[in-house]
């Protein structure tokens, strides 16, 4: 039988900690959320490994190490409301329902929406509620929101979904150049958005996110 908890712990020790991810709060979410439990049937002896997870229509569950550097650049507070976009089969979630207020997941296919809500349940995050609904679209009805991030690649941002950042507020994305990926941090100031770099990662982009090209001959 697979020993889940040893994985885990090494996971944080040799992916997390050397990454210069140094938050309590970050390194004790990780350490007690079973990412296996949060990955497909098939792929739980993969949930630990250094790399993104594969789920179905082009989506991943982020690597650990990225989401870890991520939610240490944002340093979400206890009493803040997150919105976690893209959140597949719960995971991301899980992890921010243990160092936030609580936690909107969106996730644009309804079975894993599904499988999330009752996953995320089944592990005691009774504040993190799954909105199934266009990743793009966010979920407004529930906002404005301290914080948002999004699991997985973008090309740009829709202006609809930046609207719903409060003023002060943070939001995290893996900007994805070419072949290049770059992890920016965003402070919301006076209705804009100002962006700074954290780190080098890459993800595939998410549906509805990618840039609009023009047709050309």
Not at 42 to 51: E, G, K, N
Not at 88 to 100: E, F, H, K, N, P
Not at 120 to 127: H, I, M, R, V
Not at 143 to 152: E, H, K, N, S
């Amino acid at each position: 039988m697979t020993d889940y908890a040893t994985l885990r712990t090494t996971m944080v020790d040799t992916q997390i900690r050397p990454s210069d991810v140094t938050k309590f709060t970050v390194i004790e979410a990780m350490l007690n959320v079973p990412r296996e439990a949060f990955v497909p049937n098939s792929q739980r002896d993969a949930a630990y490994v250094d790399t993104c997870v594969t789920l179905e229509k082009g989506r991943v569950v982020l690597d650990a190490r990225t989401l870890a550097k991520m939610l240490d650049a944002l340093d979400i507070q206890n009493d803040e409301l997150v919105l976690d976009v893209g959140a597949g089969l719960g995971y991301s979630s899980a992890v921010i329902a243990r160092m936030a207020e609580a936690v909107i997941a969106v996730e644009d296919d309804e079975g894993r929406a599904s499988e999330a809500q009752i996953t995320l349940s089944e592990q005691g995050a009774d504040n993190a509620v799954v909105h199934q609904g266009d990743l793009v679209n966010g979920a407004a009805e529930h906002g404005p929101y301290d914080v948002i991030l999004l699991q997985g690649g973008v090309e740009a941002l829709p202006e609809g979904l930046l609207a719903q950042l409060k003023e002060g507020g943070r939001i995290a994305a893996l900007f994805v150049e070419g072949a290049l990926g770059v992890v920016r941090v965003g402070y919301k100031l006076d209705g804009d958005i100002n962006w700074t770099f954290a780190f080098n990662a890459m993800a595939p982009v998410m549906p509805g996110f990618e840039k609009h090209r023009a047709f050309q001959l």
